[in-house]
């Protein structure tokens, strides 16, 4: 391109990055995410407490442990985890791993089915700074498995796999705890920014919290790692876990 083509794209490129890096620093405050872990830990408690008599609809486990599994492990969008099935998206291998297997290849880096496939222990670094906590996944999911008939999805509201959540079950249950899926995302990936500068995470760790999460390096620096929080607004939920989804009148009950 000529000179002054090449000056007036920059220009505008440069325009552009200024405008997301401004509306990037506009946005509330999300949680501190011990909020969302004081959250997650009454789940892992459940979940373990769990009596099949007195729960024989396996509903409420399901539910608690698609939760857990978000906050803990693979902060996944609020529809994402509904599609999980056993043996393909989360696999209980012989010696006790975990490992995932979601989005699809050919998605490549399209942003809502990004392709990740990881084993659970290759989040155990990152959990010694208590960002993720691969322990108490382990456990919850293992816990879910038993009691279900491990086939068909994994977070169905019966044992047998084949009455899947509503698309915003997962998404009304953070609600129902003041709490937002979007807002979560933002603070794990902010979290793991500030750890990484302060050397107590690995570049490779923080790049496994961005892959883990499905997003692009440069979708995780435009939408989600927020630099400057000063501001003490509370947050008001991302617009992308907070529009409308729909869901069956079941799925207006609370975690």
């Known amino acids: 391109l000529p000179q002054a083509a090449q000056l007036q794209l920059q220009m ?18 999300p949680p501190e995410l011990a909020v969302f872990h004081r959250w997650g830990q009454k789940l892992h408690d459940a979940i373990l407490a769990w009596v099949e008599e007195e729960d024989p609809f396996h509903d409420q486990l399901a539910l608690d442990c698609m939760a857990l599994v978000s906050i803990f492990g693979v902060p996944a969008r609020s529809g994402a985890l509904r599609d999980y099935k056993w043996g393909d998206e989360i696999t209980i291998l012989d010696d006790g791993d975990i490992q995932f297997e ?13 392709y990740a496939k990881f084993l659970l222990s290759d989040l155990n670094t990152i959990g010694q700074t208590q960002l993720l906590r691969p322990d ?17 999805l994994v977070f169905s509201r019966t044992a047998n796999g084949k009455s899947k959540f509503g698309a915003a079950r997962l998404r009304d ?17 902010t979290d793991a920014d ?13 790049e496994r919290v961005t ?13 989600y790692v927020q630099r400057d929080t000063a501001s003490d607004d509370q947050p008001e939920g991302s617009a992308e876990d907070a529009q409308p989804e729909g869901d069956n009148p079941e799925g207006q009950q609370r975690v």
Do not use: W
């Open 12 to 29: 505008l490129e440069r325009l552009s990055k200024q405008h997301a890096d401004q509306r990037n620093r506009d946005k509330p405050v």
């Open 194 to 206: 500030r750890l990484l500068e302060q050397g107590t995470l690995s570049a490779e760790d923080r």
């Open 102 to 114: 979601i989005g699809t290849p050919e998605a490549g880096a399209s942003k809502n089915e990004a």
């Open 173 to 189: 249950a953070f609600k129902g705890q003041q709490l937002c899926i979007g807002e979560m995302r933002r603070r794990i990936e």
């Open 136 to 152: 108490l996944v382990a456990s919850g999911l293992k816990t879910l498995y038993e009691a279900s008939d491990k086939t068909g």
């Open 211 to 223: 892959y883990v999460s499905q997003h692009t390096v440069d979708a995780a620096d435009r939408d």
